[in-house]
Every structure is written in structure tokens, then in C-alpha cells.
Nanobody, 130 residues
């Protein structure tokens, strides 16, 4: 059974940093692309970043240069380092998994993130406010 559990959210001042973690179980990162999405109040969920099995990465334009995604195969974890946070980064952040055989897993070569990742975590709240 695929499971993803996010942690690391919280309240941070503008300009601050947070590191989100996505602990996965029930599957190997060798066969799944992991994506990070977020949803702000009253807005649709949007793709933020993804990392594939070759550790290639994609970032949405609104986080380029500020966020960094990485993974640790040994601990089955994926991380999203978020720096220079802005109030508009506020929202619930989700990690999700897409098997390598699916179109959603091709976020890096496609240069965009499809919403149809197959498995999702419960989300972690990030609030950027002074």
C-alpha cells in the first residue's frame, strides 16, 4: 500500500525558510516520480516541483530560484527546501507519487505538472505571515 506523509509545515515570516519532508512507504522511489503541489484558500491546487527517478527536477516559474527539491533513497524521503518565502506561498502543501509508466511522471521533460498523480499525502500547512 502506497503511503506518503508530509511534515515540516508551519508559520514563518516573509523571507524565511522551511523544509518540507515527504516520507514514503510501500513503494520504491526507483519507480516513482514525486511531485509537490500546493493549494491556497479559494484557489485550485497547483504543481510546485517534481523530481524523477534520475533525480532530474522541475520547478514552476513562481518558485524557481527559491525552492529546491531533493530525495534520499536510503530513507525513502523527498524534501522541499523553501527559501525566501512570500505570503503568496501560503497554502497546504502535498506530496504525490506517479509511477514511471504514467504521463504524470514525465513532468521534467514535459516542463509542466499534470494533476493526475496516483497517490497523495494528507498535506501540511505552510503559512507565511508577519
Amino acid at each position: 500500500q502506497l503511503q506518503l506523509v508530509e511534515s515540516g509545515g508551519g508559520l514563518v515570516q516573509p523571507g524565511g525558510s522551511l523544509r518540507l519532508s515527504c516520507q514514503v512507504s510501500g513503494f520504491s522511489l526507483d519507480y516513482y516520480t514525486i511531485g509537490w503541489f500546493r493549494q491556497a484558500p479559494g484557489k485550485e491546487r497547483e504543481g510546485v516541483s517534481c523530481i524523477n527517478t534520475g533525480e532530474d527536477t522541475y520547478y514552476a516559474d513562481f518558485v524557481k530560484g527559491r525552492f529546491s527539491v531533493s530525495r534520499d533513497i536510503a530513507t525513502n524521503a523527498v524534501y522541499l527546501q523553501m527559501n525566501s518565502l512570500k505570503p503568496e506561498d501560503t497554502g497546504v502543501y502535498y506530496c504525490a507519487a506517479a509511477h514511471i509508466t504514467t504521463a504524470a511522471a514525465m513532468c521534467v521533460p514535459a516542463g509542466e505538472m499534470r494533476p493526475d498523480f496516483g497517490s497523495w499525502g494528507q498535506g501540511t500547512q505552510v503559512t507565511v505571515s508577519s
